[in-house]
């Protein structure tokens, strides 16, 4: 009776070493198999989703991230160049985004979800170079022309984009800035390079 016990409580000694043994080891090949389901950095230049926080962008300022190896640009517009938007369309290309190059939510006048907020790629459609961006009262009239309310500017070409990133007419871009797809996450995040979560309309 006496070794039944001493064997009794070996076998427990031995099965919780085990249970701790295993345990640990299951949580230390767990630990890098989660890592993987990060993103890395090559990961998300070549297509992985990038969240870009624009909690503190000002008025008139613009955020630019990486996508896919490409700027995207963040405009945060007030409501003087929102309401301009509207009187652009005689001087325009494309005024009503009917050529193909921006998700369904962003078919509209300001070209985005939410009109305070322009995201597109900033990347011209002539030639693909990058445009600047050039504030109202900025620049010459020469190049941008008289009233020039803001926007961007190629200087390679001289193509010239209003705060919708709508082509003007009469420059070498044959086609409005590319809006990629993208998501707001919250009031403070963006997601670019992911929809999935916008409704069909």
């Not at 991230?65 to 494309?94: H, M, N, Q, T």
């Not at 009239?141 to 309310?149: F, K, M, P």
């Not at 984009?161 to 809006?179: E, I, M, S």
Request: aromatic share 8%; with cysteine; hydrophobic share 35%.
């Amino acid at each position: 009776m006496k070794n039944d016990g001493v064997n009794t409580e070996r076998r427990r000694f031995l099965t919780t070493t085990a249970s701790v043994v295993g345990g640990a080891g299951a949580l230390a090949t767990s630990v890098p198999f989660v890592s993987t389901l990060t993103p890395s950095a090559r990961a998300r230049a070549i297509g992985a989703p990038v969240e870009a926080d624009i909690g503190e962008l000002e008025f008139g300022e613009r955020k630019i991230v990486k996508w896919r190896g490409k700027p995207v640009w963040i405009l945060r517009r007030d409501d003087a160049a929102i309401d301009d938007l509207r009187e652009r369309d005689d001087e325009l290309r494309d005024p009503a985004s009917k050529a193909d190059q921006q998700p369904f939510y962003a078919r509209n006048e300001y070209r985005s979800q939410r009109s305070e907020y322009l995201i597109v790629l900033g990347i011209c459609t002539h030639l693909g170079c990058s445009p600047v961006y050039v504030r109202k009262g900025e620049g010459e009239a020469h190049q941008l022309g008289a009233g020039w309310q803001g926007g961007f500017f190629c200087p390679c070409h001289g193509s010239r984009f209003d705060l919708a990133g709508r082509v003007y007419k009469g420059v070498p871009a044959p086609a409005n800035l590319v809006v990629p797809p993208h998501q707001y996450l919250s009031d403070t995040k963006v997601l670019i390079g992911d929809d999935s979560g916008v409704a069909q309309s």
